[in-house]
Nanobody
Framework: QVQLVESGGGLVQAGESLRLSCAAS????????KGWYRQAPGKQRELVAT?????STKYADSVKGRFTISAAKYTVYLQMNSLKPEDTAVYYC?????????WGQGTQVTVSS
């Protein structure tokens, strides 16, 4: 079993920053890709950023230049700068381990204007 625990969400004003963390524990042999997704009310879950085991990163166009994904062995981070009201959503971490996707419980990020 693999467990993911997220932290770092909250309520901020536009222009401020937040840092999300996601720590994995359990039976982990190797992690292929780590990522962050988000889901706003009434919308589908969308990719925010991913990072591969080799360090290659990918970002949604809407967050390029503002968000940075990074990772340690069993942890993935999302540094979010210059937050906008449209970044308001529940953020989920995702780890691809041995062909299986594991998801965190989600952490709420709310950006007020």
């Amino acid at each position: 079993q693999v467990q993911l625990v997220e932290s770092g969400g909250g309520l901020v004003q536009a222009g401020e920053s937040l840092r999300l963390s996601c720590a994995a524990s359990g039976s982990i042999l190797s992690i292929n890709t780590k990522g962050w997704y988000r889901q706003a009310p009434g919308k589908q879950r969308e990719l925010v950023a991913t990072i591969t085991s080799g360090g290659s990163t990918k970002y949604a166009d809407s967050v390029k230049g503002r968000f940075t994904i990074s990772a340690a062995k069993y942890t993935v981070y999302l540094q979010m700068n210059s937050l906008k009201p449209e970044d308001t959503a529940v953020y989920y971490c995702n780890l691809a381990i041995g062909g299986t996707d594991y998801w965190g419980q989600g952490t709420q990020v709310t950006v007020s204007s």
